[in-house]
């Protein structure tokens, strides 16, 4: 009987080849286990598969798979259900205890509702039946590759996001940014609300993400969303979703972002923005966990931890009747104080030399170094623009540079003291022939809103901010300047 069904096995395998319709699944090869205790069934599909460019172990025994597992990685393990000793369920139990990023497919003889049942729940990617029908296996092996490979891209893209915001990366010794650490510290396994106060450029985004991929909910969506950089009749939609027809333009259903980041963490920043009617309905979110679709009225459960940041002084805002003070006090269970870096010059050689590196290696650039008269013009600085500042003026010196130094000349005239073009700035003197005043000054001005766009990365509510304006006044001259 059992030579009979190799025959059939290795019959049905010859046809499917032969037929020349195989699915060529993947340029590179796939990697598949196989294990079965029927030597003909063992050596027909690994002649299958290696001639769909499969690589392709296989063994007769459960205990030899294992072994293997402990030492390579496959994409998909093919196993027979009923094994002597380790069984097929053994297998797929091993796997999805020691989190191994491989699909099992289960092959069986005399499969009932009841091992199906067992083997989805122990969760087998799927199981086919004796005797194989080699098209359906070749179909489920190619969607098992496929899910196998996102799932270990997922994995890999999740740990650069966990060592991008390592701790480590936050740089610093000094004495001001020590109780910071010491604080996110504590605060990684608790589900805690957070709020990061500090002014512009401080990295309160890059301290929000390190304590999401160090903490809990690190294999869960992190969602950033800039409360001031979006209009107030739209941040409604974005924040909490809405249901189609509920406005005009809703030409469908659509999550809003606490619904994208259920399970993780959403990081609200500039919270100090969200006009008061927002502010009422983030409460209720905070109190009650769960959310409302613009246009609906049906109620929807979530877990998600809130982190939010501002730049502003949420007290003096609540003084003032612009901030609700309930949710002030939500949003401040835990509060960190990042410091500028003007409080904080020991930090500056550090940063200065970690930025010098970190951009070197993205520019593809040799690594170069800083003159001591350069890092000391960098430790005399005010630093307005904070850390994000810092970023920025060593980019522009590697990119305008051609030593393998860069020296005080090299940096920008408000930090070398030394003078230098001013580009677009008309001069300040009137000629003899006289000038046209209103054109001057709208120069001046069109100059003064493009610095404040490009140090705000195009945030119009951060640029308004820098110029003293209001957002309105603001989009209004852009578009006088059509800029």
Known sequence: MIVCQQRQIHDAFSQAISRGNALKIMSDSAKVLFIDDEAGSRESLTLLLERESY????????????????????????????????????????????????????????????????????????????????????????????????????????????GKYKFDNIIGNSPAIQPVFSRMEKMLHTDSTVLILGES??????????????????????????????????????????????????????????????????????????????????????????????????????????????????????????FREDLYYRLNVIPILLPPLRDRREDIPLLAKHFLKKICIDMNRPQLDLTSEAIRALENYGWPGNVREMENVIERAIALTDSSVIGQNDLPSRISGTTEETGNFPTLQIPEEGLDLAETVGQVERTLIKQAMEKSRNIKARAAALLNLNRTTLVEKIKRYDM
């Open 201 to 322: 450029g401080t990295g309160k985004e890059l301290v929000a993400r390190a304590i999401h991929f160090n903490g809990t909910r690190r294999e869960k969506p992190f969602i950033d969303i800039n409360c001031g950089a979006i209009p107030a009749d739209l941040l409604e939609s974005e924040l909490f979703g809405h249901v189609r027809g509920s406005f005009t333009g809703a030409i469908a259903d659509k999550p809003g972002k606490f619904e994208v980041a259920n399970k993780g963490t959403i990081f609200l920043d500039e919270i100090g923005t969200m006009p008061l009617h927002l502010q009422m309905k983030l409460l209720r979110v905070l109190q009650e966990q769960e959310i409302e679709r613009v246009g609906s009225s049906r109620k929807i459960s979530l877990d998600v931890r809130v982190i939010s940041a501002t730049n502003s002084d949420l007290e003096q805002r609540v003084k003032s009747g612009e």
């Open 55 to 162: 690589r392709v172990d296989a063994v007769a025994a459960g205990e030899d798979a294992l072994s293997l597992l402990s030492v390579k990685s496959y994409d998909v393990i093919i196993t027979d259900l009923f094994l002597p000793g380790v069984s097929g369920i053994d297998i797929l139990k091993h796997v999805k205890e020691h989190a191994i990023p491989s699909n099992v497919i289960l092959i069986t003889g005399n499969a009932t509702a009841e091992t199906a049942v067992e083997a989805m729940k122990e969760g087998a990617f799927d199981y086919i039946t004796k005797p194989l029908n080699f098209e359906k296996l070749k179909v489920l092996i190619a969607k098992a590759v496929k899910q196998s490979r996102l799932v270990a891209e997922n994995l890999y893209l999740r740990q650069q996001l966990r």
